[in-house]
């Protein structure tokens, strides 16, 4: 099993930066692919950004530019920098991290994040 427990979420006005984190615990030898992605009210869950343990990344369009996503294998730790954010941003983010061959999912209980004036 794998725990995956995010922070960093909060209140910010639109233009501002938050960081995320997500600690990764247990049984994380081969974990590969890690991500984040969000869920507004009312719509699906999204792709915000992964990582591969090798380091190759991609974003979602609309996050481009403004959110940057990194690991730091050592500490077992998932990042996310976000700038400039924007109200469409406000959502509830979740950490997932992919492990084993069949890259089985692990999800956190995810983190509100609240973009507005």
């Known amino acids: 099993q794998v725990q995956l427990v995010e922070s960093g979420g909060g209140l910010v006005q639109p233009g501002g930066s938050l960081r995320l984190s997500c600690a990764a615990s247990g049984i994380i030898l081969s974990i590969s692919t890690m991500g984040w992605y969000r869920q507004a009210p009312g719509k699906q869950r999204e792709l915000v950004a992964r990582i591969t343990s090798g380091g190759f990344t991609n974003y979602a369009d609309s996050v481009k530019g403004r959110f940057t996503i990194s690991r730091d294998n050592a500490k077992s730790t998932l990042y996310l920098q976000m700038n400039s954010l924007k109200p469409e941003d406000t959502a509830v983010y979740y950490c997932?991290?992919?492990?084993?061959?069949?890259?089985?999912?692990?999800w956190g209980q995810g983190t509100q994040v609240t973009v507005s004036s």
């Open positions: 997932n991290a992919k492990r084993g061959i069949y890259e089985i999912d692990y």
